[in-house]
């Protein structure tokens, strides 16, 4: 499993989880951009403890672990980040959910050729976090990727559960996740 986290994780939630402007709680995230562009959101609060964020995002990342060419990755569209904080106002569980506002769209490009594949992402994620505030596990659930080519068919599918432990990784997985088994031969083949 030589991929990174992010495969498992919608890309969308690297953008959500490492925001540099997140000031909830005492769980602020420290972590430094993941994907690298600001993306505006709006944000409302409720009386039962729950901060909602609509997220726009449009990023752009160098995908170096795919293929064995570099690829050029976009992430577009919105999401919805609903996280739940207990009486102290730490967050307990986080629902990240894509196709809010529309699609949220990832595109590979190959700079060498100029051709591009695209799938919207559907999955759902959940995160759930320690009485201290620090991340314990999440659950991706639903289609991450789906991309088809007319004619060839499927060349990456990434799509059911993967629940990730702190400390322990992947604790269990179900469905095809292309991605993550390291199964990008045709999808590489078809942005040669």
Known sequence: MRRRIAVVLPVFVLAACSDPNRSTGPHKFATPNAVGAVRSASSTASAAGTLTTIVEVNDTFTNDFDCPFP????????YKDMLYLDVNGNPVKEILTAQFRGPLTVTWANP?????????????????YNPDGTFASLQNVGLLFHVSIPGA??????VGRVVIRRGQGIVFAAGPHQELSGDTAAFCAALS
């Open 71 to 78: 690829l050029e990755e976009t992430v577009s569209g919105s």
């Open 112 to 128: 060498s050729t100029g051709k591009t594949l695209s799938s919207n992402q559907a999955a759902s994620l959940i995160v759930y």
């Open 153 to 158: 068919g499927t060349v990456l599918l990434d």
